[in-house]
């Protein structure tokens, strides 16, 4: 069980750089598959007329893939956006609910020192230091529901204390809500079909490159840098999908500041 889990961590880790060396085979092998067919081809097929029609019909191919590329990038940063914004709200949230507890009285000091467990609990598992180890954003493997149960056990002796009871119950449902909504957009937010559309369209765009173009070692060398970039491009938009793991992630900074207010 261990040794699968560690497996499934690690090909979590790898998956954007083996999709970007796979984007980066498909479009540089068409680039060179197109010079290698060129050679074969009769003359009749390589004039003017001819280059000028592949070159439109490509601008019209290129056209679309530029627009199906930006709405992927325009997916992945909207939830990457959203979920970053949903981090500093949770850990907002977090302060508010231990200054509620602490104008409660001395009475919810377990209370709170029950909430600053929590939250460091909260941040070890979103951001594990350990390399190949996935970021667990399940809200139930936290004390959450306890937490909730330490604040409803609470007697209030005046008015003051029960609208803070009342108050600090709210925010901690939402923070529950937060959590958990948090957790529900983990999945991927990038169309695997409409990827996989980009990646044909620019394949078929490199094949006619290659076409056209005479063998020499700047054609290809161009053909190269030119694959690397775009391969680089899907590389970091599939990182960029994946907020909690990988190289682009979401700061942890929110909720250490979170955590260095608790229990003042």
């Avoid at 094949?207 to 840098?225: C, E, R, Y």
């Avoid at 690397?228 to 190289?247: M, R």
Wanted: glycine share 8%; aromatic share 6%.
């Amino acid at each position: 069980m261990g040794a699968s889990r560690h497996s499934e961590m690690e090909t979590q880790i790898v998956h954007a750089v083996g999709v970007g060396l796979l984007v980066f085979a498909c479009i540089f092998g068409a680039g060179l598959l197109g010079m290698h067919l060129r050679v074969g081809l009769p003359e009749q097929h390589l004039t003017a007329e001819t280059k000028d029609t592949v070159r439109f019909g490509m601008g019209f191919v290129a056209t679309m893939a530029a627009l199906l590329l930006g709405l992927l990038v325009a997916s992945a940063k909207g939830s990457y956006d959203t979920q970053k914004s949903e981090v500093t709200q949770i850990a907002a949230r977090i302060v508010v609910l231990d200054r509620m507890l602490a104008h409660y009285g001395p009475e919810t000091a377990e209370t709170r020192e029950l909430l600053r467990r929590a939250t460091g609990s909260v941040i070890s598992r979103m951001w594990p230091n350990k390399m190949f180890q996935h970021a667990q954003l399940d809200p139930s493997a936290s004390p959450g529901e306890v937490l909730y149960d330490s604040i409803q056990k609470l007697s209030p002796q005046n008015d003051l204390q029960r609208a803070l009871k009342s108050q600090a119950l709210g925010a901690a449902v939402d923070l529950g809500q937060a959590r958990w909504l948090l957790f529900e957009q983990e999945g991927s937010s990038i169309s695997t079909p409409m990827l996989v559309v980009v990646v044909f369209w620019l394949a078929i765009i490199f094949l006619s490159f290659g076409l056209f173009a005479p063998s020499n070692k700047i054609v290809i060398t161009t053909l190269l840098l030119a694959a690397l970039s775009v391969s680089g491009a899907i590389f970091l938009l599939l990182e960029l999908d994946q907020p909690f793991d990988g190289l682009i992630q979401i700061s942890s900074e929110p909720m250490h500041k979170a955590l260095s207010h608790l229990g003042r």
